[in-house]
């Protein structure tokens, strides 16, 4: 990949707040994959792996397990290859979509309940 810029996975990970050894696992199971490794060995970055690690941070917190992670990645993925997403693809976005919705909305609802927790014992201190 000559002329692309390529970070080492120190810095991949300080960028994305994930620790190395959860960047290791992700290449082990093909999750993410580095884009090249250096002359001696070591896995390599680009920006574009950034994104796609990115966007597998963020679905983190709604609960997604790796699979369906990968599952996500895929259906990307074949729409990057086809040029424009095909049906089938757009069918799994639309059904990610409409499942990360409902997951956001359950979150909310429990950040509003530990709110709520929060300011009863807030009272109770008298703060």
Known sequence: MPGTAMMHIGELAERTELSLRTLRHYDEIGLLEPSGRSEGGFRLYTEEDYERLMLIRRMKPLGYSLEQMGDLLRALDAGQAEGSVGTE????????????EQRRAKLEKQLAAADEFIGLLGDRIGT
């Open 89 to 100: 693809a757009t069918q799994l976005l639309s059904e990610f979509l409409t499942d990360a």
